[in-house]
């Protein structure tokens, strides 16, 4: 009995080594969410960083915006990566 219940927790365990060619309207969702955070957070740091007059702290909340901003890219990337593939697997 105990085996069973271990089997069944590693197959609920498995990881997929690549991610599967489908994109739900829930992962859909999610990436626009995502999307959506990562702006605002980049608009904040911005506005904060107007705002501030203590330059260290004015640097470091630049940074931050950045990163925000640097991941925004990373997601559009890969969503474009995934269009594109997605493109060429259509044309063939």
Do not use: R
Not at 42 to 49: S, V
Not at 65 to 77: D, E, R, S, T, V
């Amino acid at each position: 009995m105990q085996t069973n219940q271990q089997n069944q927790m590693q197959n609920q365990q498995q990881m997929y080594q690549q991610a599967p060619p489908v994109l739900t309207t829930k992962d859909a969702l999610y990436m626009n969410d995502m999307l959506a955070w990562n702006l605002l957070a980049m608009k904040k740091a911005h506005f904060l960083a107007e705002h501030c007059q203590d330059q260290t702290v004015k640097q470091e909340i630049e940074q931050c915006g950045m990163m925000h901003q640097k991941h925004y890219q990373q997601i559009l990337h890969h969503l474009g990566q995934g269009v594109n593939q997605q493109s060429n697997q259509t044309l063939q």
